[in-house]
């Protein structure tokens, strides 16, 4: 399981400055007005070795005072609720405020680890000041510069002490399918046609399903753990923080899944909603199947579905080996085929291709494509494993790795899938210097 930890504190203390700085990319929109960063944000970090989850609680924030403070209090306990860490941004030019002393008491209700990070502590004379912060009440305070990374090291190396060591747990073995999608794309209604009884409460109100179960099914043949979640929902719509919130749940069912089932909306399309949770269960590295449901509303002649399918792997690529299963959760047309699919995509994810066997394969193909020379260099590739881990990675060997180019590693992928028939799983490949 994954861990999360989450940043909170008040708007303007350089919460998504310091984010953007642990996942390394330019994510959060980060803007001089308060309350800019719309976008709950959420990517992944490592440190030592140990990877987390890391959730800006940022923005949320309508302008009058006490919206603002009912809001940092959700945010706080949700971070309370859902994380496993939590880091406690101030702004050390600004001293303590009483916002600041306000979400202090909040967090010390929980026994989560707390971290205090007092934040823009770019010279000695700041840092020194930083030290006003101890009337919070924390042990340690850790002064950083989110702009100059100055600090977070020590941090980090605190941080990664504290969280919980992966722990196995109940059904462990069985796939563990995770049904996600926007709100209102019919994922309860799936869930329910598949395990025959309302046990989510499906109105057609989005959002009604509020928290993610997991249900052990056992039927047909097949025996897996249903991760449900509270649905996926677009910024513009989150008028209601728990809906917002909900997004966060979702992450932790994908992240907690070997199979993603990605209910599509079929009178909606795929749209950016539906790319960005289908693009992070990719990055997640889980098995993919595209669910297109409600189907039975859609006028079609013979080319209908054709159309559809090219639609949607257009969107998709280069990733475009995607088992697509078009279904009616309310007719109960094709649910049992799509498990069939999430299935046989857990069975491929799980597979191990003898070494031999992998390269019996797979170099003569090369000998007869060979990737293409550069500035006048050969690059020769002598040997190819799979590395033993939970989804399809693979190394090759060979003397000039860092000259191996993109599109080489695609051509490699694509025979890895038509020999083994990988589909709908994101494969991993490196180039090692043997």
Not at 314 to 323: Q, S
Request: net charge positive; with cysteine.
């Amino acid at each position: 399981m994954g861990n999360i930890v989450a940043i909170v504190g008040r708007p303007n203390v350089g919460k998504s400055t310091f984010f953007n700085r642990l996942i390394q990319k330019r994510e959060a929109i980060v803007d001089a007005v308060s309350g800019v960063t719309r976008d709950r944000h959420y990517g992944k970090s490592d440190w030592n070795g140990k990877e987390f989850t890391l959730i800006d609680t940022g923005g949320y924030v309508e302008n009058s005072d006490d919206v603002f403070q009912k809001e940092i209090d959700k945010q706080v306990a949700l971070a309370v609720e859902e994380a496993d860490a939590i880091l406690f941004m101030v702004d050390s030019t600004d001293g303590i405020t009483g916002m600041d002393t306000e979400v202090a008491q909040l967090l010390r209700r929980s026994n989560k680890p707390l971290f205090l990070v007092a934040n823009k502590a770019d010279n000695g004379l700041r840092t020194t000041e930083a030290v006003e912060f101890y009337a919070l009440g924390f042990d340690t305070i850790y002064p950083v510069s989110a702009i100059n990374g100055s600090g977070s090291g020590e941090l980090l190396d605190a941080l990664v002490a504290v969280l919980p060591e992966e722990q196995p747990e109940l059904g462990e073995g069985l796939p563990r399918l995770a049904v996600v999608g926007r709100p209102n794309a019919g994922k309860s209604s799936f869930i329910n046609a598949l395990i025959g009884e309302d046990r989510y409460i499906v109105t057609n109100v989005a959002g009604t399903t509020r928290d993610s179960i997991d249900t052990v099914y056992n039927q047909f043949g097949f025996e897996f753990k249903l991760v449900d979640t509270a649905g996926i929902r677009r910024k513009s719509k989150v008028k209601e923080s728990i809906e917002f919130y909900s997004v966060m749940r979702s992450v932790r069912a994908i992240e907690h899944s070997d199979v993603c089932l990605l209910v599509v909306d079929a009178t909606r399309g795929f749209d950016g909603q539906v790319q960005n949770i289908f693009w992070l269960a990719h990055r997640n590295n889980k098995g993919i199947v595209i669910l297109v449901n409600k189907w039975d509303l859609i006028a079609k002649d013979t080319a209908t579905l054709r159309q559809f399918e090219k639609a949607i792997k257009e969107k998709i690529a280069p990733f475009t080996d995607v088992p697509i299963v078009f279904i009616s959760a309310v007719n109960k047309q094709r649910i049992y085929k799509a498990i069939e699919v999430a299935q046989k995509v857990y069975e491929s994810r799980s597979r191990r291709i003898p070494t031999r066997k992998l390269n019996d394969t797979l170099l003569p193909i090369i000998e007869n494509n060979p990737p293409p020379a550069l500035k006048g260099k050969y690059i020769r590739i002598k040997f190819c494993t799979q590395l033993p881990t939970a989804y399809p990675q693979f190394a090759f060997f060979c003397n000039l790795p860092q000259y191996v180019k993109d599109p080489y590693k695609r051509f490699l992928e694509n025979q890895l899938r038509e020999q083994f028939d990988f589909k709908g799983i994101p494969i991993t490949i490196f180039f090692r210097k043997k």
